[in-house]
Structures are given as structure tokens and as C-alpha cells.
């Protein structure tokens, strides 16, 4: 029988399936599943202050470990225009996603050397709040359902409600639509929280109301973070201000990733979230002399809510805790700071843990990768002829992604491949820096010395056995042993031959000035001040080493970490410009 159905009988009784279109149209070949990330966002096409305002669309990999997911030769450009609005340009998107959803598309695998059928669903949209809302029809904070998630009404306490739905969405759409006169018209989208315009996504396979998670950066650390500072500063003293920098400087990062730039007490304001990050996590240690107790306990609640946002595991049993905690610091927000309930963000907060459920950890729908990606647009339209910069910047992707498919192996006409010695010019830092818009700084990272001289971390996963550092006393090792270790390719700079004789120290410890700390096991070599000749090998007393860090800006050898504390507190005396410390300040830190 030609029609597609497979009998499958049960005794006496006949029962018939209809075989699925996809395996029709498979035709016996692997299937493979592909889930689409998508992220949305405006960003200007100028680098000084002036706006030029570019809509933007890139496409990412659902299946992607979080490492490879934070790379940008894994951030794709879709497409980017200054002329037209972000729903302008969703018709062909959505018609692409539609087809490749429930049609798939077949293509040939080098890795297989077959055809295979890609099926690509997608799985969420990154974007920030304000594009969410545009995506959704949604009027945002100004209408009196203000969320995008739920039908919750301005004028009601911030709680979880009825949910919002595509299908609810679209009849309201069409009540609005039915209204006679404008002026009914804007009444009722103003009370539905939604406005009448068309909208292709609205009507793809993937509901957007389910697959558009919280945007953390912009929900937490440029907005709950950012609404606790402008709440708190404007009523410190210029004395507890003075004395605040005074205890971040003090502050130990060295297990952060990013510190705080800049006088957080008067350019908070144009920090960005890196900072925030940063901020967020020492604020309950430097802010709480001068909080009052109720206000303390809204900052703890929020950076209880940041650490549920940037974990790095999520278990389904710890959602019930996680969302007792979001709901209590909305409480505290309530009870303590009613003021921040007019933000909308505070409310955004409660549905955290129902987008974790669904996507796992925010890094995996973090936007802060693909924000860095827009510089790389940025860079196409500043460098290009202004003639048709949405053309251009397109054909260059488009050109980039080319070079990148025949320089990692890719096949045409399932014969055609390019040798090894293009794929091997194609890891050069030259060219990833170039098709993979990887910064000079991450290519540099795995390399151990950089230039004779100059203190440098080793890399972590570099283990030398032979020449550890003991746990007491020092050693030390010549360059020309050092470099017979090392492989070739991570020096950047060769030493003369006249300082290859020359021994490099190490040490237990190695601090600075600013209190950062070496690893033990790293090769850094003793600089000494100008007009002085300090020997390498020379080992120093504990007074004279003391002294010698806190005059230099260089790294200095340290016999013990106990050294590191005292230069911390030496250092927190002088920042308050003291003749002598102040007990009390470094015995609370």
C-alpha cells in the first residue's frame, strides 16, 4: 500500500497510524535537532555620543556548553538595519524559523560525509525588557498592566497573577481592533497592556510569551543594584563617602574577576554591569555601617536574589526555596524601601525561578555575551563607505562566515576540502582575531612569558613539577632552564643570549602595592627602584620588605601571605589620610 500508515494490529482490532511528514521526508537519514537561541537588541553604529540607532539580530546555538557558548565565532549576524523597526524586519525571520521547525532543512555533514536533516526549533529570546515588550505587542511599564509575563495591575501589590498567553493575546488584539474610534482604541490597549500592530512572531510554532526568559543583566544589576545606590548615596556625609572609598580600596578582590572602576559614590551612574557585578557582591560588607537595620535587610534579600541569578547549578528542589526568596525580598522592598516599588524590575523579580525551571542557569540566556558582540557591528559601520550600512555589514558577515566554513573543514559538492596548511593558518592569532573577533588579550592568555623582565602569571593549567616553590626559603632557576620547559610557540619575545645565564627567583608569595597576590608556582622577577640594584637571589628581611612595597608599583617578593594583611591595613590608614591608623576602622575589617 502506498499510503503512509503502518498497521499495528492487537488481536481482532486494526489500528492505524499515520507516519509522521519529517520521516518522509527523511527518507531513512539521520535526523538531527538544532535549537535556536535568538537575541534581539538596539545598539548605535557610532562610537562617540552620538546616537545611530541599529536594530540588530544574531543567532546563537542552544547546545552549546557554557564555555563554547560565551565565544564570539559562535555568535552569528543575522541581520541589522538603521531605517526600520525591530517588528519590521521579523517577517522573513519568521518565516524562516516557521521552516525550519516543521519542515527542517537537509544538508550535508562532513563529520557523517552524508545528508542529514537539521530540524531547528526555537528555544528562547534573548533580549532586554523595553525589546521584550516590543516583540510581545507589549506596551510596557507605561500601561497599567505593566509585565509582560503576567495581567498584574499597577495599582495591586507586585505578585504573581494569570499569566499572559499567545492565544488571550491575540483575542485582545482583535477587541482592539473592533473598537470604532481611536480614542477607544488607545483606552483599551492602555488596559490591556498591549498595542495593535502586526506582528509576525506572534504567529511562529514557539509561543514568545514562554520563551522569552528574564534578562538578568538588565533586570538586576542595572536595575535593583542600580535603584539601591540612588537610594542610599544621596544621604552619606562627604566624610562617610570619603571613608566608603577608603573601605572598597581596602576591600580584598582577589577572588573577583572584575573590580569596581571608578568613585562609586559619584559615577555610579555610568557604571556598567561588570561593575555592578562586582558591586553586588561586596556591597552587605561595605555599606552596612551605614545602613539602618531595615535597609540592611533589603541589601541582603537583594543579593540573595543575585546569587540565585548567577549560580553556576540549579536543582528543581531548591525552586520553592529560591522563589520564597525572591518573594521576600519584593516584602522587604514593600515593608523597608517602598519607594523602589514603582520600579518595574522589583516585580520582573518573580519570575526568575519559572525561567530557570525552564532554562537552567541565567548564563545560559545571559545577554552579556552577545552585548559584546555589538561592537564588532559597530566596528563594520564606523570603518564602511555610509553609502548602504546595513548592505555592507551584511556582506561582510556573510563573507566572514565563508571563510570560517572553508577554514574549519567544511565540504562542497561532498569532495572539495581545504588542505592543512590553510587550517593551520587559520588558528594563527592573526586571523582568529580577524573572522573570530576574539580579543588580542584571551589569544595571549595561555602564553607564560611574555616579555623578558616582566611579571606574568603562568598559566594555571601549567604544572612544573621540577621547580616548585618550597614551603619555606626561596629558590630560584635560570632563564635558560626555564625556557627549555616552556614550549616554543607561548614565547612571544625570545631573551638575548647575554641574559640567558640569569637566574629568576621565586617565592612563596609575591604582592604588590595593591594588594594583589602571585600563586605560588609563578616566575616573576624582582624589580628593584631606580638607582638601587637589588640581586635576584638577594633575600630580603621582613622590615626591609614591607617598606620596599609600599614605595613601588611593581610586584615584590613576600615571604609570607601574613605580609599581604599588613599592607592592607597600612594602606587603609593611608587612604583616610591619618597620621596614625585607626583601630577601630581595621579591626572591623
Not at 392 to 403: K, Q
Request: a neutral charge; glycine letters at 4%.
Amino acid at each position: 500500500m502506498d499510503a503512509p500508515f503502518d498497521p499495528l494490529f492487537q488481536g481482532n482490532k486494526g489500528l492505524y497510524l499515520m507516519q509522521h511528514h519529517l520521516k518522509t521526508k527523511a527518507a531513512g537519514q539521520r535526523v538531527v535537532m538544532l535549537p535556536l537561541v535568538l537575541f534581539s537588541d538596539d545598539t548605535s553604529g557610532n562610537k562617540s555620543k552620538k546616537w545611530n540607532k541599529f536594530e540588530c539580530w544574531y543567532l546563537l546555538f542552544g547546545g552549546l556548553s557554557r564555555h563554547d557558548n560565551a565565544k564570539p565565532q559562535n555568535i552569528h549576524f543575522i541581520s541589522c538595519t538603521n531605517e526600520m523597526d525591530v517588528l519590521d524586519m521579523t517577517e522573513p525571520i519568521a518565516q524562516q524559523l516557521t521552516l525550519l521547525e516543521t519542515e527542517g532543512v537537509v544538508v550535508y555533514d562532513a563529520y557523517y560525509e552524508a545528508n542529514v536533516l537539521v530540524i531547528a526549533p526555537l528555544l528562547c529570546v534573548i533580549c532586554d525588557n523595553p525589546q521584550a515588550s516590543q516583540l510581545l505587542n507589549h506596551l510596557g511599564g507605561a500601561a497599567n498592566k505593566y509585565c509582560r509575563f503576567c495581567t498584574v495591575d499597577q495599582r495591586d501589590t507586585p505578585h504573581l497573577i494569570e499569566e499572559r498567553t499567545r492565544s488571550k493575546t491575540l483575542q485582545c488584539i482583535e477587541m482592539i481592533q473592533l473598537q470604532p474610534t481611536e480614542a477607544g482604541k488607545a483606552a483599551m490597549s492602555k488596559e490591556f497592556g498591549l498595542r495593535d500592530v502586526p506582528n509576525f512572531l506572534l504567529h511562529i510554532p514557539a509561543d514568545l510569551f514562554k520563551s522569552i526568559p528574564v534578562e538578568v543583566l538588565h533586570t538586576i544589576l542595572l536595575g535593583l543594584c542600580k535603584y539601591f545606590l540612588k537610594e542610599v548615596m544621596p544621604w552619606l556625609s562627604k566624610a562617610q563617602k570619603k571613608e566608603l572609598l577608603a573601605r572598597i580600596r581596602a576591600f580584598n578582590l582577589s577572588g573577583f574577576q572584575d573590580k569596581v572602576h571608578g568613585n562609586v559614590c559619584n559615577h555610579f551612574k555610568s557604571f556598567v554591569g561588570r561593575d555592578f557585578k562586582a558591586w553586588a557582591q561586596m556591597a552587605i560588607f561595605i555599606l552596612s555601617p551605614y545602613l539602618s537595620s531595615e535597609e540592611c535587610e533589603v541589601l541582603l534579600s537583594c543579593t540573595k536574589v543575585f546569587r540565585i541569578a548567577y549560580c553556576c547549578h540549579f536543582k528543581l528542589s531548591d525552586a520553592e526555596e529560591w522563589q520564597q526568596l525572591c518573594e521576600e525580598f519584593v516584602k522587604n522592598v514593600k515593608d523597608y524601601m517602598p519607594a523602589l516599588l514603582k520600579k518595574k524590575k522589583v516585580h520582573t523579580i518573580l519570575h526568575l525561578v519559572e525561567c530557570m525551571i525552564s532554562y537552567g542557569p541565567s548564563s545560559a540566556f545571559s545577554a552579556e555575551r552577545c552585548e559584546s558582540f555589538n561592537g564588532s557591528v559597530r566596528m563594520q559601520n564606523i570603518y564602511g563607505n555610509k553609502q548602504a550600512p546595513s548592505r555592507d555589514i551584511a556582506n561582510h558577515f556573510a563573507c566572514i562566515e565563508y571563510l570560517r566554513f572553508i577554514c574549519e573543514g567544511g565540504v562542497f559538492n561532498a569532495e572539495e576540502r581545504c588542505g592543512s596548511g590553510l587550517q593551520e593558518l587559520y588558528k594563527s592569532m592573526q586571523v582568529q582575531q580577524f573572522l573570530n573577533f576574539v580579543p588580542m588579550k584571551e589569544l595571549n592568555k595561555g602564553r607564560i612569558i611574555y616579555k623578558p623582565g616582566s611579571a606574568r602569571k603562568a598559566c594555571s593549567t601549567v604544572q612544573f613539577d621540577s621547580l616548585q616553590v618550597n614551603t619555606v626559603g626561596l629558590s630560584s632557576v635560570k632563564i635558560s632552564e626555564l625556557l627549555a620547559m616552556v614550549p616554543p610557540f607561548n614565547v612571544l619575545i625570545m631573551p638575548n643570549e647575554s641574559i640567558k645565564h640569569q637566574k629568576i627567583t621565586t617565592y612563596k608569595a609575591v604582592v604588590s602595592t595593591k594588594c594583589t597576590l602571585v600563586h605560588s608556582g609563578d616566575y616573576v622577577e624582582l624589580c628593584a627602584p631606580s638607582n638601587e640594584s637589588v640581586h635576584p637571589s638577594q633575600t630580603l628581611t621582613e622590615e626591609e620588605v614591607l617598606k620596599y612595597a609600599l614605595r613601588k608599583e611593581e610586584y615584590v617578593g613576600v615571604l609570607g601571605k601574613e605580609y599581604a594583611a599588613k599592607d592592607q591595613e597600612r594602606r587603609l590608614a593611608m587612604e583616610l589620610n591619618s597620621d596614625a591608623t585607626n583601630p577601630a576602622l581595621v579591626q572591623d575589617r
